[in-house]
T-cell receptor, first 114, second 112 residues
Framework: EADIYQTPRYLVIGTGKKITLECSQTMGHDKMYWYQQDPGMELHLIHYSYGVNSTEKGDLSSESTVSRIRTEHFPLTLESARPSHTSQYLCASARLRGSTDTQYFGPGTRLTVL | AQTVTQSQPEMSVQEAETVTLSCTYDTSESDYYLFWYKQPPSRQMILVIR??????QNATENRFSVNFQKAAKSFSLKISDSQLGDAAMYFCAYWDGNKLVFGAGTILRVKS
């Protein structure tokens, strides 16, 4: 199992609340990613980072924001949660060097916004 | 833009038998990487197997092997001697140099 962690694993929250989903990895990986996945559906990349102070938007437009102040930490924030944000959020990481770029995934956070 | 297509939303296999999951992709690149990931129900996504496009030899990992047809842009996954623990959603993915592009996934059910 890869050393990548996400908290909380499950979150039920009301509309309008600010939430932060945590992701951390202990592998020293430079690349980190956030995906959004509805149950039984494909993954959509929403954010990624190639290192400290680097963040990029992914293919799927998202109202969330991310930050990368430390190599091991890549939190995702929703300033005002809405029911449309209900989904599973997966964090992943990979080495920067090397061409294989195998991504290691965290266990996910299942978010429900009421 | 690169795309990855998994045409089988769902597959079933009897325990101990063999199943093949299909994947096709579209790219104009000559050198790239392809992956199969497994996502068990409510569990972490894990890498099953990886193929480098410049290698003609098909990748193999124990009971998992691929049939990589570069000209046809096909990358199927064969699972031999299927086990109950193989039941999961399987995603085919293409590395485009910046990120992974995933297919829609195939749900694999294993019958005992």
């Amino acid at each position: 199992e890869a050393d990548i962690y996400q908290t909380p694993r499950y979150l039920v929250i009301g509309t309008g609340k600010k939430i932060t989903l945590e992701c951390s990895q202990t592998m020293g990986h430079d690349k980190m990613y956030w995906y959004q996945q509805d149950p039984g559906m494909e993954l959509h990349l929403i954010h990624y980072s190639y290192g400290v102070n680097s963040t990029e938007k992914g293919d799927l437009s998202s109202e969330s924001t991310v930050s990368r102040i430390r190599t091991e930490h890549f939190p995702l924030t929703l300033e005002s949660a809405r029911p449309s944000h209900t989904s599973q959020y997966l964090c992943a990481s990979a080495r920067l060097r090397g061409s294989t770029d195998t991504q290691y995934f965290g266990p996910g956070t299942r978010l429900t916004v009421l | 833009a690169q795309t990855v297509t998994q045409s089988q939303p769902e597959m079933s296999v009897q325990e101990a038998e063999t199943v093949t999951l299909s994947c096709t992709y579209d790219t104009s690149e000559s050198d790239y990487y392809l992956f199969w990931y497994k996502q068990p129900p409510s569990r972490q996504m894990i890498l099953v197997i990886r193929q480098e496009a410049y290698k003609q030899q098909n990748a193999t990992e124990n009971r998992f092997s691929v049939n990589f047809q570069k000209a046809a842009k096909s990358f199927s996954l064969k699972i031999s001697d299927s086990q109950l623990g193989d039941a999961a959603m399987y995603f085919c993915a293409y590395w485009d140099g910046n990120k992974l592009v995933f297919g829609a996934g195939t749900i694999l059910r294993v019958k005992s």
